[in-house]
């Protein structure tokens, strides 16, 4: 009863406190949509606690003051040339200022080689240890920038709840796709109208004229779910493109990119329509395809010849990976929809590089690499490859 009390009475962000000490099916029934939603997954940057500054200080999501100093420990003797010879480090937080009895605080600690995690339920002072670098990059990189501190803003159930909202985005349902229609309308206001019967649309080749742009919307499935969150931040409303082209004979061609060849590769294409046409019915991620043509004084200027000497220029090549970044990023920190924010981002990078180094290398790699000049970019930490570009003054 006193918790229950508590959580009514409790300010909104100490309610997901009050709910870890209730019983799991009360907790969920009451929890509602009062903090959850798939947004609150993504950790909040508070603060870089390095060694030698001042200490870091910020407000959590219950305990009203925090403060948190990082100290490095040297390494065993005899040691030095491996990475336990190193030496780690200590951070040392203090929690201070309950907002609730039931306080919960969750922290994400990461550098671009490594991601930890704690929580902290009392008014105290706590320890993260780093027991040795995973080499001497994280340490200079540590020293120098000092280890980034997140702070998951909807506490322990709230995150697990925040999850469950995740979790049907790319499920390839009904569920599914309902999930990405309420995320894309909660975000970004976007609305997806049912259209009558039937919902394949009758196109004419005869109709479709070169220029004739293609926007592709995919909301359910993995691609949907990615695609999802690909408009999120991006602010864009589809989640991919293509343009019709017509030969001198009257054939009609839909030039994309990331079309996959028989290799398994994704490479700048040229497809028939028809071809084209039948994939799309056949997706079973449910595209929402929309042909929107050219406006009758652009048509009249869209230099037909041209466009289609580009498109053969850049058959078979691969997908622009090199500008998909940078075609959303193109400013230090005013890019990105709350709560992503560039240190979030930059961790999130560093960490996919050594989770998954190829898909990565193509998505930044390629893009470091036609931007500053370079054919393999030195490290694959994106951390400090992004400072050495913006170092170099190169934004464009």
Known sequence: LLALLHLFLAPPRCQAAAMDLLPRRLAWSLMGDTVHSAVDLLPTFVAFAAPGGP?????????AENEAVLSL???????????????????????????SWTCMDLYVF???????????????????????????GEMEYVKLHGVAI?????????????????IPLFSNTIWGQDANLAFLQKHMGASFNKRSQPWAANIRKEDVHSGDFLALSKIRGRWGGFQTLEKWVTGAFAGHTAVCLK??????WVAESGYENKK?????????????????LKDDSNPQVALLPLHPDVRSRFNESAAWEFARSMYGKPYGYHNMIFSWIDTMSENYPPPLDANLVMAAMSMWTRLQPHYASNMW??????????EVVITNCPAINFTSYWNRGLRN
């Not at 997140?150 to 995740?166: A, E, N, Q, R, Y």
């Open 55 to 63: 200490a870091a200080a910020w407000r959590g999501a219950c305990f």
């Open 73 to 99: 420990t040297p390494g065993p003797r005899g040691s030095n040339s491996t990475a336990a010879g190193l030496g780690g480090a200590v951070l040392r937080l203090k929690t201070a200022s309950a907002q």
């Open 110 to 136: 990461a550098t671009p080689y490594r991601i930890g995690w704690d929580y902290y339920t009392r008014a105290h002072q706590h320890t993260f240890e780093i027991k040795s670098w995973e080499e001497a």
């Open 150 to 166: 997140f702070l998951m803003p909807s506490g322990m159930l709230g995150t697990l709840l925040s999850l469950i909202d995740v």
């Open 247 to 252: 030969d001198e004979n009257g054939t009609l």
């Open 264 to 280: 398994g590769e994704e490479v700048i294409a040229i497809v028939p329509w028809d071809e084209w046409w039948g994939v799309a």
């Open 365 to 374: 790699n390629e893009a470091l690499n036609k931007r500053l000049g370079t």
